[in-house]
């Protein structure tokens, strides 16, 4: 364990004075630096004023602020706001009232979902079982619901000469077969939006998103946007669904949300869903889900003035230009002999390294090649924390060219030892 004892900008120091620039914005929450000194007036301010109050009943106004100000910025129609604790809090949220607006439309049928093959929501029961990463997923399994999969539309799984746009067609098809036999009973269809974040950074083609839209209008069935990782600008824009021009029926967000300061979650939807569960008292139609922190006025209030910060800067701008030194830095990378991808979306580059280029045959889990590169990094004061064979990039948005440079650096030759014998 690193005895991390403070935070400045995008960087952690620890008990000993060691510094250690933070690649993955500590687990994809960071944005604005850590113990960001704004952020962080704004949470002592609140503190001061109001810490917390039950959310049942009573409301005060950061949660009313933060709602309107989430439904100005996400996709059109996301016009209602529930509030979670956590990422995986959210999931159980959209999961369960999903289920629930269907049970209320007379349609207690409906009580599966859909996942896509890779996918990663989260490590309560209801997020992990539509989880497809065996590492967490197995143990648990017999614990848990049992969603359709369906191919991740993932490119780099494509065939050899497939564009992203055909591999994200083709999957739509076998989506859409999946839904012809199980429609009925299906309630939504989950998906992270673009990236596949904790399945190795998979990235996909938006054209599946338009599809997907399409095709749950279709059928009949919710779809739920996951950008609790790629939310916030993470994939280049502050949603990933604008990349497709979409608006899920539910969309979960998280970590960026609070830019890393605090645990806090939200579900958007729409008002027609919201009207399913308005009805007198006695009919029990209401969606009971509270925890005790849910709406938090600190972590309400550190989330408005995370949302202050993107309109008062030119955030996605800046990040563009960073993404785009990222991108030059890495591209060298392609010929390496142990490399078979680099790829990238907004703010997330990853490298995948393989045994062998040519058939891209994967190097064996149990070899754990990339704890090799986390352990260099930690030498050199850098915090990589690859994701089985995938070196990723996921910074927080203050980085600079120059640490930029380091990250890269340090994870080249990182990358030399961890595909040595
Ligand atoms: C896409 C996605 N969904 C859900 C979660 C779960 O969020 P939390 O860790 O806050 O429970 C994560 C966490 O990494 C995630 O990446």
């Keep these: 364990m690193v005895p991390i004892v403070r935070g400045e900008g995008a960087w952690l120091l620890d008990a000993d004075g060691r510094r250690y620039l933070d690649g993955i914005s500590s687990w994809w929450t960071n944005l604005f630096g850590h113990a960001n000194p704004r952020i962080a007036n704004a949470l002592a301010d609140q503190a001061r004023t109001l810490e917390h109050v039950i959310f049942a009943g009573f409301t005060h106004e950061p949660a009313i ?54 996918s990663y929501h989260g490590e309560t029961l209801g997020a992990l079982s539509v989880s497809d990463v065996a590492l967490y997923r197995k143990t648990y399994a017999p614990l848990l619901l049992t969603p359709f999969l369906t191919p991740s539309p993932d490119s780099y799984e494509g065939e050899p000469g497939e ?15 999946l839904l012809e036999r199980h429609a009925h009973e299906t309630c939504a269809v989950i998906v992270e939006p673009l ?134 830095r890495l591209a060298p990378l392609r010929e390496h002999p142990h490399v ?17 280029k040519a058939s891209r045959r994967p190097f064996p889990t149990a070899e754990r090649r990339g704890l090799r590169v986390y352990l260099h990094g930690l030498q050199q004061g850098v915090l990589l924390r690859p994701l089985g064979n995938v070196v990723y990039f996921m910074p927080p948005y203050v980085v600079n060219e120059q640490e930029i440079d380091l990250l890269v650096d340090t994870a080249l030759t990182g990358i030399e030892l961890a595909v040595a014998d």
């Design 65 to 118: 602020e933060l709602a309107e100000e989430l439904v100005r910025i996400t996709p059109p129609g996301l016009d209602r706001v529930f509030y979670a604790d956590n990422g995986s809090a959210a999931i159980e949220v959209a999961l369960k009232m999903s289920f629930h607006y269907w049970l209320n439309q007379g349609h207690g049928e409906k009580t599966r979902f859909i996942a896509l093959s890779g």
């Design 340 to 356: 078979a991808d680099v790829r990238q979306t907004g703010m997330i580059a990853a490298v995948e390294l393989v045994a062998d």
């Design 195 to 328: 990236v596949q974040c904790a399945g190795g950074m998979r990235m996909y083609h938006p054209d599946y998103l338009t599809g997907l839209r399409a095709l749950c209008n279709e059928f009949s069935v919710h779809f739920i946007a996951d950008e609790i990782a790629v939310g916030f600008g993470r994939s280049g824009t502050l949603f990933a669904c604008e990349q497709a021009a979409v608006s899920p029926d539910f969309m979960c967000l998280s970590k960026g949300l609070t830019a890393g300061f605090l645990a806090l979650s939200v579900v958007l939807t729409h008002a027609a869903i919201y009207e399913a569960f308005y009805a007198e008292y006695n009919a029990g139609k209401a969606f009971l889900h509270s925890h005790s922190y849910t709406g938090n006025p600190l972590a309400c209030r550190v989330a408005l003035e995370t949302l202050a910060i993107f309109r008062e800067e030119p955030v996605l701008e800046r990040n563009r230009a960073l993404a785009a030194h990222l991108a030059r």
């Design 163 to 177: 564009s992203p746009q055909q591999v994200a067609a083709r999957r739509l098809l076998e989506l859409r077969s």
